[in-house]
């Protein structure tokens, strides 16, 4: 009986990656059945491995695929970063500006509110110089002010506006004139009398009792205002303050009523020209 070599059947095995050795073919058609087994082992694992190399490609090429896209991404996100680090350099740099100019509006701020501030104080001592006709409640606006000025607290246009409105109020009290009730102290510790002030502008400002045998005007002397009594005057300048109020009153024909005043800059306390008093009806009435 023939039988094939050993050899020849265990290469056939191990070509065919089988482990297990098999028994020797008896016969020719054996072993042809199992060279057929081997054949088929053999097309079987070819099959396999190229369904794996396959498999292998395919994944290689979404992996390919999957690399493009993500390098898509990247660059599209790099190219993002670089337009938004552009973009934020530019916000960098007008930030830088604003504060720069943010600096700059805070110096001129800072001037503007000092040279309103030197303003102030310019007024106020001018004020300090003239007629103490309710100075404190005058002053204390400008006091304020400098305060808030100097505690940074307002703008230079509230401060512009505030100043305006102590201007406009000295300018209305140097053109008005006016006679107003109230108490007059002649000496510390003796009894106040009832008496009528008569103010014109920040020039004059007199008073005479309810009866009219106390009467004094105020005048400038050194730093200082000092009143100068009915014994003081002249029976010429007694009169002129009792008229003058009388026909501030409207209980006198309006017409010019010469009072004694002194020169507006107070320079020394000279008597000058007589002043004009308005009539009557240009006068605010009497306050009780």
């Known amino acids: 009986m023939f039988k094939y070599p050993t050899v020849l059947t265990a290469w056939i095995i191990l070509a065919a990656g089988i482990q297990l050795v098999p028994a020797q073919p008896a016969t020719v058609t054996e072993a042809k059945m199992q060279i057929e087994k081997t054949r088929q082992d053999i097309a079987q694992e070819e099959k396999l491995w190229a369904d794996e190399l396959t498999r292998e490609k395919a994944a290689e090429i979404k992996r390919k695929e999957r690399y493009a896209e993500f390098d898509k991404d990247k660059q599209r996100l790099q190219n993002s970063l670089a337009e938004e680090e552009n973009k934020l350099k530019g916000l960098l740099a007008k930030s830088e500006s604003h504060q720069l100019r943010d600096k700059e509006l ?41 305060r808030d000025i100097e505690g940074s607290g307002i703008s230079p246009e509230e401060a512009m506006n505030r100043l305006w409105v102590v201007y406009q109020n000295e300018r209305r009290m140097a053109q008005e004139a006016e006679v107003y009730s109230g108490d007059f102290s002649a000496e510390e510790g003796t009894d106040p009398i009832q008496v009528k002030f008569l103010r014109v502008g920040r020039q004059f400002l007199a008073f005479s009792s309810l009866d009219e045998t106390k009467l004094g005007i105020l005048i400038p002397r050194g730093k200082g205002y000092v009143w100068v009594r009915e014994k003081d005057l002249k029976y010429a300048e007694r009169q002129a303050i009792k008229q003058a109020i009388a026909t501030a009153e409207g209980k006198s024909v309006p017409g010019f009523v010469p009072v004694p005043v002194w020169k507006q800059s107070f320079a020394a306390p000279k008597k000058t020209s007589i002043v004009a008093m308005p009539s009557a009806q240009h006068l605010p009435e009497t306050r009780k």
């Open 106 to 146: 805070a110096a001129r701020f800072a001037a503007l509110n000092a040279a309103v501030g030197r303003e102030a104080g310019t007024l106020r001592a001018s004020m300090a110089r003239g007629i103490p006709y309710r100075l404190d409640k005058r002053l204390d606006a400008l006091d304020l002010l400098m």
